[in-house]
C-alpha cells in the first residue's frame, strides 16, 4: 500500500497560480500511476489529471488542459500539480490518488487516497 498526503492548497485570486504537492510513503512509488481528482461541494468528484509510473505520459480533463501540469519525481517520491489561470470554478477539494495499475488515464483505476486540500479561487 501507499499513504498519501497533499500540501500546497489555499486561496489564490482568479488568474493566479498555486502549486500542489503530495508525499508519498513507501518505497514503491515508481511502482504506481498517480493522479489528481477534485470535489466541489455539492459535485461528483471529477479525475482532473494522470501521469505515467515513469512520468512520460500524462492525461487531462478538458476542463484543465492548457492551464493546469502535472509532474512527479520518484526519487522523492512526490508528484506535483501545478495550476495556472486559475477560475473560481477550480474551486474545490483537490485529491492525490494512485493507481496500482498502469492505466494512468482511467480515473477508475485509482485506488489510493490522501485526504484532500482545500482550492478557494476567489473571483
Known amino acids: 500500500q501507499v499513504q498519501l498526503e497533499e500540501s500546497g492548497g489555499g486561496l489564490v485570486q482568479a488568474g493566479g497560480s498555486l502549486r500542489l504537492s503530495c508525499a508519498a510513503s513507501g518505497r514503491t512509488f515508481g511502482l504506481y500511476a498517480m493522479g489528481w481528482f477534485r470535489q466541489a461541494t455539492g459535485k461528483e468528484r471529477e479525475f482532473v489529471t494522470g501521469?505515467?509510473?515513469?512520468?512520460?505520459?500524462?492525461y487531462y480533463a478538458d476542463s484543465v488542459k492548457g492551464r493546469f501540469t502535472i509532474s512527479r519525481d520518484n526519487g522523492n517520491n512526490t508528484v506535483h500539480l501545478q495550476m495556472s489561470s486559475l477560475k473560481p470554478e477550480d474551486t474545490a477539494v483537490y485529491y492525490c490518488?494512485?493507481?496500482?495499475?498502469?492505466?494512468?488515464?482511467?480515473?477508475?483505476?485509482?485506488?489510493?487516497w490522501g485526504q484532500g486540500t482545500q482550492v478557494t479561487v476567489s473571483s
Open positions: 501521469i505515467s509510473r515513469s512520468g512520460g505520459g500524462t
Open positions: 490518488a494512485a493507481a496500482s495499475g498502469s492505466y494512468y488515464w482511467r480515473g477508475n483505476e485509482y485506488d489510493f
